[in-house]
Structure formats: structure tokens, C-alpha cells
């Protein structure tokens, strides 16, 4: 082969080389890019993922048995009962220990503890791990009304109770009077 015949033949050979290096690049030159810019942009999450927990807090009873499911021991709660109401103090997950199972969701009687779909938790402190999902510390506004409600119905009850056995007794007290004697008599 002559030098010319063969210098053409390398730049057939590399264009040719080129163009099938550049056909998947080509491909996806012409799709639309799915690289997502997060954390501004997010990809939709699957409504099954189990991300960082949440905690329907108002619905909750304080009944322990998500605790006591958890194979790992990860959740501590605390909270004062009044009567019905509830003042919380903890409710909180370890995530240093939590490996998203999910099993504390399913004994729940009131459906009130789910699995979010967040599930960025990037930290250097790992104090922060231990997670608390309370969304507010003690009695909420309307369990603090409830409850003053139930102690002033409870007061006028007692009140009335009070009243009505008082009044008893003086209609006992008068029915035990000796008669008076009248004036024909005296
Ligand atoms: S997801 Fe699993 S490990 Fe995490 S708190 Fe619930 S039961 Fe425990
Ligand atoms: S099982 Fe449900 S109701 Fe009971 S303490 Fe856990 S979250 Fe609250």
C-alpha cells in the first residue's frame, strides 16, 4: 500500500473509530437529562419508601407498643397522664440504632406512627441522631382545654352533690324537730 493509500486508510479508520465511540454519546445528547439538581430539585420518592419516622402526636396514647416491637430498642417515650389528657415529655428514635423496618408501625392501635419520606439526616454530632418526634413539649391547646373543661364540670358536680346532700340533711333535721306546742295548751 502506498503511503497516501494508507494515510487515508488511518483517517477513514479514525473517524470511523470516532463515531462509533460518539454513538451513545449521541444517544443521550438527544434525550432529556434526568441528573437532578439536588438539593434544590428532588426525584419523586415511591409512597412505600421508609424514610425518618413522624408521629401523629394528638392520636398517640402513650400505649408503648411500637416501643415493645422494635427489635432493636431504639424508641423511648415519657408522658404524664391527667385523666385523659396527656403532657408529653419524650418521644424519641434513635437512628444511630434504627434500621428502618418498619415494625414499630404495624401494632400501632391508632395509626399514628408512620414512615416519612425524608431521609436526609446528615450530621457530625451524632447526639443529634437520637431523634425526638414530638412536635410540641406537654399538653397541647386543646388537650389543656379539654381538661380545664372536665375540672370545672367535675367542680359543679361536687358542688351540686354538696348542695343536695346539705340540703338533705336540714330536711332531716326539720323532720326531727319536736312539735311546738300551742297557745291553749301552754
Ligand atoms: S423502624 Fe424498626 S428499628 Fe426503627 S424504630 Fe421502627 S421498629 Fe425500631
Ligand atoms: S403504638 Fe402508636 S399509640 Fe402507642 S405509643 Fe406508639 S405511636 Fe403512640
Not at 47 to 61: D, P, S, V
Not at 68 to 94: N, Q, S, Y
Not at 134 to 148: D, F, H, N, P, Q
Amino acid at each position: 500500500m502506498s503511503v497516501v493509500a494508507s494515510y487515508i486508510n488511518n483517517i477513514v479508520s479514525g473517524v470511523k473509530s470516532t463515531l462509533v465511540g460518539m454513538r451513545i454519546t449521541g444517544k443521550y445528547f438527544l434525550k432529556k437529562p434526568i441528573t437532578v439538581q439536588y438539593p434544590d430539585e428532588r426525584l419523586p420518592i415511591p409512597n412505600r419508601y421508609r424514610g425518618i419516622h413522624y408521629l401523629e402526636q394528638e392520636k398517640c396514647i402513650n400505649c408503648l407498643a411500637c416501643a415493645r416491637a422494635c427489635p432493636v430498642d431504639c424508641i423511648e417515650m415519657d408522658a404524664v397522664r391527667h385523666g385523659k389528657e396527656l403532657e408529653w415529655v419524650k418521644f424519641t428514635i434513635d437512628y444511630q440504632k434504627c434500621m428502618f423496618c418498619e415494625l414499630c408501625v404495624y401494632p400501632c392501635p391508632k395509626d399514628c406512627i408512620h414512615m416519612g419520606n425524608e431521609f436526609a439526616f446528615v450530621t457530625t454530632d451524632r447526639s443529634e441522631l437520637h431523634h425526638d418526634l414530638l412536635s410540641y413539649k406537654g399538653m397541647s391547646r386543646e388537650a389543656r382545654i379539654r381538661k380545664r373543661e372536665a375540672e370545672e364540670k367535675k367542680k359543679k358536680k361536687a358542688a351540686a352533690k354538696a348542695a343536695k346532700a346539705a340540703k338533705e340533711a336540714q330536711a332531716a333535721e326539720t323532720e326531727g324537730d319536736p312539735p311546738q306546742p300551742t297557745e291553749g295548751e301552754a
